[in-house]
């Protein structure tokens, strides 16, 4: 993956994998990664989260702006809460399409 420039504020710490970067800015973490679709699509998926709630819209529009291009086309997802974990539910989703997959990663 590679290595995204994101604000001096924005304090790094290990995210458990060598494909995830995490990244801490007060009680707001976030855990960057790229994935690869089964289409073979690329993506930039964002997960940003507080211990015990959702970020609200400010904070995850800070979260955009330091993690995402300007004029970055980024979306949202919003699952349904009992689709997910309880360990998750406090996370928001955030994704933006990179293109192709390298043929190395399809």
């Known amino acids: 993956m590679t ?5 001096p504020q924005w304090v790094r ?6 494909e995830l970067q995490g990244y801490q800015k007060g009680k707001l973490s976030v855990v960057v990664s790229e994935e690869v679709d089964p289409q073979g699509v690329r993506w930039r998926h964002v997960s940003a989260s507080f211990t015990l709630h959702k970020p609200p819209l400010d904070k995850l529009l800070k979260v955009r702006k330091a993690f995402f291009a300007p004029g970055a086309v980024v979306t949202q ?18 994704y933006q399409r990179l293109g192709p997959a390298p043929a190395d990663l399809a």
């Open 3 to 7: 290595e995204i420039k994101v604000p």
């Open 77 to 94: 997802e919003s699952p349904f809460p009992d689709s997910l974990p309880a360990d998750l539910s406090n996370c928001a989703h955030l």
């Open 13 to 18: 710490f290990p995210a458990g994998h060598p």
